[in-house]
């Protein structure tokens, strides 16, 4: 008999992760993507409350239309992020919120609990979860 699991995103989750503020620089989102080797960075507001996501592309996409990230760098990051971002519960199953990113087109999907940032879970992640969630049930 197979035994069913159901794995939920506070399982898979990095919680530890930087995040910006609405006055956070370029420069800021830059040097966090560099120390914490993370390609994209929740907004969060007072509260933890995820407000916005800015990733690489969205930094590079603005240096190219300005020819120069170093105009860049004082500016807040937030003016160039997503706002009000695709979010999941902690407690929602993992193939679910892959389904969700999917339909955004998201790459990243900040995790909230009772409205709170919790984490976030980057495609990769939901897509290895579910494959060793397979695995397990083989």
Do not use: W
Request: proline letters at 4%; charged letters at 20%; aromatic letters at 2%.
């Amino acid at each position: 008999m197979r035994q069913t699991t159901t794995v939920i995103l506070r399982e898979v989750l990095h919680a530890h992760i930087p995040t910006l503020t609405e006055s956070s620089t370029v420069r800021d989102a830059v040097d966090k993507m560099d120390i914490y080797q993370f390609p994209a960075l929740v907004v969060v507001n007072g509260d933890l409350k995820p407000i916005g996501v800015i990733t690489e592309g969205d930094i590079c996409r603005e240096a190219t239309r300005r020819d120069s990230v170093i105009t860049m760098s004082g500016e807040p990051a937030y003016i160039f992020a997503s706002k009000d971002p695709t979010t999941a519960d902690v407690n929602q199953e993992i193939s679910d919120a892959l389904h969700l990113m999917l339909a955004s087109g998201t790459t990243i999907l900040p995790v909230t609990d009772m409205g709170r940032l919790a984490g976030v879970v980057l495609r990769v992640d939901l897509l290895q979860a579910l494959m060793m969630d397979a695995s397990i049930k083989a």
